[in-house]
């Protein structure tokens, strides 16, 4: 009981019940199941994004270009399956994965090998990763995906696949933060990057594996949400990755670096989904919406600073750096 | 380094030759300006005016702020005028932002017309291409709209950003003549989906759990119908939650035809733009557009004052879907 | 004489003259009128209100934080000053409303940060969110217009044939140039970038001037706001919304660390300079926008790597010597 008091995720998910049992009241459709499927389906490639986000976040890294590289991804998938006979299940999932793995390799190349600043380097590439679909579309959209295609994320027996997916991704991915020497690097590089290095991490290599991660999720992202919407416009998304990062952030991932879980991440993305629901469902007049939003985000960051603030007061008696 | 140095310099020379090939010229020089490039809607009057540049034998450049953005089209406009364009066509993103630079504009002795939307003092264009005013077509969408609600229940109106005026003016003339001749009907949400197909989408969904009686769902913006339809077809409410807006014939297809969207609305953008350029060229060679004219590949326009009135507005549907070629 | 320059300048201002240079001379080759006194005039008129808003990023940044909402803050006080000059208030009172919105943003962003001890990309990117939306819901969306004619003056008029916002510009620039170089609080804020613990025990109240730092940017972003309400006649909500993330890259550019503690104004006058002539350029020879957008990138990257492979090399060579 009292570990689970610890964790940083219970503040979160606290909040998340409060706000949805305040929702609840308002709109008894809120806790329907047609409401919560689409919360949850609605914001899969977010999810799958800010999971690829977590590492990055976790190594005090952070990666800018994540809506693009979806989208990059999302628009080379949606003209393979349009165009080319050898489209099938297993070929689009490996394209996405190239794709994903290549533009994140970039990335974390140019991070790891010219010790530049992750979010410079994002910066630059994300106007990259976009520019290169919207010059090759000139912004139109591909249209009328095959039904063979869409059908991956559709809701099979009451259970919509894209969830399941999600759910299979963010299980790894803990598993590979948690069990796996990769993992613990991560953990190591963003808790104490020097003494990582003393302790015989290799910072480079682990550097750039966690932004070609990132990029795979990225990859498989455009591929989820091409198949839920059944059409791809290159200029959409776009701004998605200040929402990826504010997911990670409230689920309790520390921007700076060392600590984050990928179950934290899902609290902060579903709670991402309930306050955009959230703000239709309880009839929030349009032009106040925003202002509702950032101030939920505000006061949710700024309640989890001030209880780890007053926690590390209590804990820490001598400080070094 | 000096090898270096000679790469860079080579790299240099093949930029620069490759952007002085870019600008040969023709005779006129028409710079086409729409509110915002990569929308389906603009890219089409893009490829027809392109092609009005080569039927007519003058240079077009089309182009347009990357984002809905009324300060960096003025910029553009700006730059055209020290490029020194022989007309300038515009399809302004604000009414208003856009009058100080078109003024500069005028000073410089370049034509200005605009096409598409208006500007609101109307001395400085000579001539305004016009498919339909802001109340025509925010009007006629209304009546369409409550045609296929059966005139009562509550809808919702997409649109783009809040701060876009195209779309607020049609969903305002909309709204304002469903109030004034359809007392049952009500609108109960106003949304904007960011231009974002994925957004419309979850909006939607969102508004038929928030408004369990909803019985319509009108898109001002082209990523909304289709987004909105999808939503309403996986609901399993095709026909219950009405599905009309402003949307290309070639992206409203396949919602159309399987029932989950009943019309859209919207003129031909690709002729608005061939139109465009054809009276620019016409107005630049010292001539008139004239009423009743004739005009290749677009049809008989009218005139009305300094006014260049195109066809009207189309009315798509599953049945005559396949006719139209944008 | 080479040796001599090598002396004196950096570096990171070297490969950025380079940099301006190349882009010069592309854009002295592709189009005859680029190098016209009107076209650099109005490339200062259309940058001044982009370069000012960095001006203020290069101070924050320097401390090591971060103003995600500055581009919303602009767009605050442009709806404040329309809204304040279209309901009939004069020019000293609308000008005294808006700065006071963006001190008390600033002073928000700088009590999250220095305070309550919110990273700096967190705390700014949730009130980047609030400003937007305070800003949405004064407007209701609308782009407020009919602007009296005599607040023009501010975004249209020239002074010498100098478009008032230009002289503005270097203005600010030399204002903060000598804050930064020659007063005590340009110091605390180099030390704070370094060390802010460090700078904490060796007794620079770092709350103050973290706050002024974030008060400094938001009243930078005031003033932008209202130079484009000025130069377009209209006030909109959305302004200054796609500033931020070029704001970002030309203060990087320019040579400011992201991680704080070195970088100067000059550089990030040079770096917005830069970005604006590419659009510029791209323009006059009438290449369609997209590519600008990768060419932005493109840039970015090429700068940032060049650098540091030179640097790289050097500490090479210099380790060898050693």
């Known amino acids: 009981m009292k570990k689970i008091l610890e964790r940083r995720e219970t503040g979160v998910f606290l909040i998340l019940a409060i706000l949805c ?6 709109s008894p459709a809120f806790l329907s199941y047609t409401n919560i499927k689409n919360v949850l389906v609605n914001n899969v490639p977010l999810g799958i994004m800010a999971g690829g986000m977590t590492f990055v976040l976790i190594t005090a890294g952070i990666d800018t270009s ?27 999932l490996l394209l996405a994965a190239v794709i994903g793995l ?165 609290i902060g993305v579903v709670m991402m989904g309930v306050i955009e629901n959230g703000l239709v469902v309880a009839h929030i007049p349009t032009y106040y919406q925003k202002l509702v939003y950032g101030l939920i985000i505000l006061v949710t960051v700024t309640f989890d600073v001030i209880r780890k603030n007053f926690a590390d007061s209590r804990k820490q008696t001598i400080e070094m750096d | 380094m000096k090898k270096k140095l000679v790469m860079f310099l080579t790299g240099v020379a093949a930029i620069t030759f490759g952007m002085t090939a870019y600008a040969a010229g023709d005779d006129y020089t028409i710079a086409l300006i729409s509110q915002q490039i990569g929308i389906p809607y603009f890219e089409t009057s893009n490829v027809w005016g392109m092609e009005a540049g080569e ?65 609101t003092d109307t001395s400085l264009r000579s001539v305004y291409v016009n498919a339909a005013s802001y109340q025509t077509l925010g009007e006629h969408l209304g009546e369409r709209f409550a045609e296929y609600m059966g005139g009562e229940g509550q809808y919702a109106i997409i649109t783009s950003v809040l701060t876009s005026q195209a779309n607020s003016e049609w969903a305002r003339y ?84 399987d029932g989950s969207m009943q019309e859209a609305n919207i003129w031909h953008p690709g002729k608005l733009g061939y139109l465009a350029v054809y009276t620019a060229k016409t107005l630049l060679e010292g001539n008139e557009m004239t009423d009743d004219m004739e005009v290749p590949k677009v049809g008989t326009i009218d005139v009305e004052g300094d006014q260049v009135i195109m066809t009207e507005i189309l009315d798509i549907t599953a049945q005559n879907v396949n006719e139209f070629d944008f | ?81 329309g809204l304040c000059l279209t309901h009939g208030i004069g020019l000293a009172l609308t000008f005294a409303i808006s700065l006071s919105v963006a001190v008390l943003c600033g002073i928000l962003n700088g009590v999250l940060i220095a305070v309550v001890k919110i990273p700096p990309m967190i705390a700014t990117l949730g009130t980047q969110m609030f400003f937007n939306g305070i800003a949405l819901a004064l407007s209701q969306g609308n782009s407020i217009s009919g602007i009296p004619e005599k607040f023009y003056f501010l975004g249209q008029a020239k002074v010498a044939g100098v478009p008032l916002q230009m002289i503005l510009l270097f203005a600010f620039a030399a204002i903060l140039f000598i804050i930064l170089k020659k007063k005590v609080i340009g110091q605390q804020i180099y030390s704070i970038g370094n060390n802010s613990k460090a700078s904490l025990y060796s007794g620079i109240r770092t709350t103050r001037v973290i706050l002024f730092v974030y008060i400094v940017c938001s009243v930078l972003c005031c003033f932008a706001g209202n130079i484009q309400v000025s130069r377009v006649a209209t006030a909109r909500a959305d302004m200054g919304t796609s500033f931020l993330m070029i704001c970002i890259s030309a203060v990087v550019l320019g040579g400011t660390s992201i991680d704080g503690g070195n970088g100067g104004i000059t550089g990030t006058v040079v770096g917005i300079l830069i970005f604006a002539m590419i659009g510029n350029i791209m323009n006059l020879v009438g290449i369609s926008p997209f590519w600008q957008q990768l060419a932005t990138g493109s840039i970015l990257v090429l700068v940032v790597v060049f650098n540091k492979t030179i640097e790289m090399q050097k500490y090479k060579i210099k380790s060898r010597k050693v």
């Open chain 2, 174 to 257: 909309a709204t304002e003549y469903m109030e004034a001749n359809f007392p049952d009907m009500e609108r109960v949400a106003y949304e904007p989906c960011d231009d974002d197909q994925s957004k419309a989408y979850s909006i939607t969904q969102n508004l038929m759990i928030a408004y369990p009686d909803l019985k319509g769902v009108l898109g001002v913006t082209t990523p909304a119908p289709p987004a909105a339809a999808q939503a309403v077809a996986e609901a399993g409410r095709n026909g219950e939650v009405v599905v009309t807006g402003v949307v290309e014939a070639s992206v409203a297809k396949s919602y159309l035809e």
């Open chain 2, 55 to 119: 039927d007519l034998g003058c240079e077009v450049i089309y182009t347009g702020p990357t984002a809905s953005d009324a300060a960096s089209q003025a910029n553009i406009v700006q730059d055209m005028i020290t490029k020194g364009v022989d007309c300038i066509a515009i399809s302004p993103l604000d009414a208003s932002a856009i009058e100080p630079a078109l003024k500069q504009a005028q000073e410089a002795g370049i034509l200005v017309i605009t096409w598409d939307s208006d500007v």
């Open chain 1, 102 to 266: 290549c533009t994140g390799a970039v990335n974390g190349f140019l991070i790891s090998k010219f010790s530049i600043a992750p979010i410079i380097v994002t910066l630059g590439t994300a106007s990259i990763y976009r520019g290169i679909i919207l010059v090759y579309t000139n912004g139109t959209w591909i249209m009328n995906l095959p039904d063979w295609f869409t059908n991956l994320c559709r809701t099979w027996n009451m259970i919509p696949l894209p969830v399941v997916y999600t759910i299979l991704i963010f299980v790894i991915s803990a598993y590979i933060l948690k069990r796996t020497y990769f993992g613990r690097s991560v953990y190591a590089i963003g808790g104490n990057r020097n003494a990582a290095k003393y302790a015989g991490v290799n910072i480079g290599k682990t550097i750039f594996l966690t932004y070609t991660y990132c990029g795979l999720m990225c990859g498989i992202a455009g591929l989820v949400i091409d198949s839920i919407l059944g059409n791809c416009q290159p200029s959409g998304s776009t701004g998605w990755e200040m929402n990826a990062i504010a997911a990670a952030v409230i689920g309790g991932t520390n921007i700076l670096g060392g600590s984050g879980t990928m179950a934290g991440t899902a």
């Open chain 1, 21 to 26: 049992f305040m929702l609840s009241i308002i």
């Open chain 1, 66 to 92: 994540v809506a693009s590289q979806m989208m990059f991804s999302a628009t080379w998938i949606s003209i393979f399956v349009t165009k080319s006979p050898l489209a099938n299940p297993v070929t689009v």
């Open chain 3, 1 to 81: 004489m080479i040796e001599k320059l090598k002396t004196k300048l950096t570096l990171n201002e070297i490969v950025l003259s380079g940099a301006f240079l190349f882009i010069f001379l592309i854009g002295i080759f592709s189009n005859e009128n680029f190098l016209s006194i009107r076209n650099i005039l109005s490339l200062f008129q259309q940058m001044s209100e982009m370069g000012i808003m960095a001006m203020g990023l290069t101070l924050v940044i320097i401390t090591g934080g971060m103003d995600l909402s500055s581009g919303t803050t602009m767009g605050l006080c442009a709806v404040v000053s």
